[in-house]
């Protein structure tokens, strides 16, 4: 079966970097596009970034342009988001998932066919 194993969680200080990866199992992975969401503490899960199975295409949140990057290592079935100049409204649990549908529907939860269990990021001020 499809497994989506998410890791590189943890605590930061404000200002600071964190690395999260996502490692998949069980699917053609280049054929799917990956997503990362996170959901705070009483907030809904809201989209964060997103690339195509090349790799080529990119989607980010307004909130994280210019300080958070996604890629993918198809070799190694792996998706990253690299997370730089972190702030404490970043703190939240961060979910990769995957999706054969397009671009337009990339920042759509409903868009994604599977999720992993998540991993928590804390930024204290």
């Known amino acids: 079966q499809v497994q989506l194993v998410e890791s590189g969680g943890g605590l930061v200080q404000a200002g600071g970097s964190l690395r999260l990866s996502c490692a998949a199992s069980?699917?053609?992975?280049?054929?799917?596009?990956m997503g990362w969401f996170r959901q705070a503490p009483g907030k809904e899960r809201e989209f964060v970034a997103a690339l195509s199975g090349s790799g080529f295409w990119t989607s980010y949140a307004d909130s994280v342009k210019g300080r958070f990057t996604i890629s993918r290592d198809n070799a190694k079935n792996t998706v990253y988001l690299q997370m730089n100049s972190l702030k404490p409204e970043d703190t939240a649990v961060y979910y990769c998932?995957?999706?054969?549908?397009?671009?337009?529907?990339?920042?759509?939860?409903?868009?994604?066919?599977?999720w992993g269990q998540g991993t928590q990021a804390t930024v204290s001020s």
């Open positions: 998932a995957a999706t054969r549908r397009g671009s337009s529907n990339w920042a759509q939860r409903f868009a994604y066919d599977y």
């Open positions: 069980g699917l053609t992975f280049s054929s799917y596009a």
